[in-house]
């Protein structure tokens, strides 16, 4: 019975072939897509969790950790005389126009603070030490600003409202999702060059002495200044990122791909099959001439179903890997994680026996008899 699967199946190669080419592309779109949405997720709340904060103070209402509004900066005296706190300081996230040596402008996202080593801020460094940024008029800026403010070397100089801040140092993988490059300096030289931030910071980053609750912190933060928002770090992750699900449609774009995708896979498969047992009709009804039931014909639809499947998907995460590095140029974080492997093959597979079921009610109503006829 194997065997009569696989020879009905690859009876006709180039249909085979347009088969499980089929099902390997709605396999890539459905990986491409939702790795993309996650690393795009990733995006969304990778300083905070890379930071070595437990608990953020922001200011009220403010929806992510891009869109920061600001508050005194004196609070985080306030936040360091709690009983718990092992250290505290402020944060500034401020977006900032960075003129080109072509005279073009670019915005990019700052982050500044006093104390970065002390925060795993920024957490991989290509070049230079961020102590430096303490000592002058320096900068670091990450490697994914090259596509959007050219090629830039260690002593590089850009300029803010007309001041030259010199490139002292160059980080990797710190990505946001709106895609504006980051870069880190000083928080006193980031105040001086935005006046309305003097006397001002974004968040206060708390981390707290091992074995102190953070939800009591947190609520006792709430009390001491009530006109702020308090947030744990996981709490404060999952809302920049539900901010950008619910207000960009990023949410139904998925569910949208994995729609097409799957409806791809069931319609090409579903195609394929009917074709092929049409076309081999007089041999199911041959299995049911000496005996075999409708169980052992849909076992061989199911067997072949499973084959396509496994090898659509195959074909679907080989390209999928092809294009994870050439998506990665383009500052594209695809991310294809174990579990999203394993349920995209059980889906394929699901989807695939779906479409065998639909050709079964073809044949589950061959008359045996027309073996003997003509």
Not at 3 to 21: M, P, Q, S
Not at 227 to 247: A, F, G, L, P, Q
Not at 286 to 310: C, D, E, P, S, W
Request: proline letters at 2%.
């Amino acid at each position: 019975m194997v065997d009569l699967a696989r020879k009905i199946l690859f009876y006709d190669k180039l249909r085979f072939l347009i088969t499980v080419g089929g099902v390997g592309f709605a396999v890539m779109l459905v990986l491409v897509q939702t790795g993309l949405f996650l690393g795009l997720m990733g995006n969304a709340s990778a300083t905070i969790d890379h930071i070595d904060a437990d608990v953020w103070v922001a200011a009220k209402n403010t929806p992510n950790i891009d869109f920061a509004r600001t508050f005194s900066d004196t609070l985080v005296n306030r936040v360091r005389a709690i009983d718990g706190v092992e250290r505290a300081d402020n944060l500034i996230v401020w977006f900032m126009r960075m003129a080109l040596p072509t005279g073009a402008q670019e915005g990019i996202e700052v982050y500044a603070m006093e104390r970065f080593g002390k925060w795993n801020l920024p957490w991989t460094i290509s070049e230079g030490n961020v102590a430096d940024l303490r000592r002058g008029r320096y900068l670091m800026l990450d490697d994914s600003a090259t596509g959007r403010c050219g090629v830039f070397h260690i002593g590089d100089y850009r300029e803010f409202v007309g001041r030259r801040v010199k490139i002292t140092g160059r980080s990797r993988d710190a990505l946001s999702f709106t895609t504006t490059p980051i870069a880190f300096m000083d928080l006193r030289l980031c105040q001086s060059l935005t006046p309305e931030l003097d006397g001002q910071t974004s968040y206060i980053v708390v981390k707290l002495r091992p074995g102190v609750d953070a939800h009591r912190i947190a609520a006792e933060i709430r009390d001491r200044l009530p006109y702020v928002d308090v947030h744990t770090r996981d709490e404060w992750s999952y809302m920049s990122r539900n901010y950008w699900i619910t207000n960009t449609g990023l949410g139904l774009n998925l569910f949208m791909t994995i729609f097409l995708g799957c409806l791809i896979a069931v319609m090409v498969v579903a195609q394929t099959l009917y074709t092929s047992t049409m076309d081999h009709i007089k041999e199911f009804g041959t299995i049911k001439a000496i005996g075999g039931g409708n169980g052992r014909i849909y076992l061989i639809l199911a067997k072949q179903a499973i084959i396509a499947g496994v090898c659509g998907f195959m074909i679907g995460a080989a390209l999928t890997l092809l294009l994870k590095p050439v998506m990665a140029k383009a500052n594209l974080n695809l991310v294809v994680i174990g579990n999203l492997w394993a349920l995209t093959l059980a889906g394929t597979l699901a989807f695939c026996l779906t479409a065998a079921l639909i050709c079964f009610r073809k044949v589950s109503k061959i008359d045996p008899a027309m073996v003997f006829r003509g």
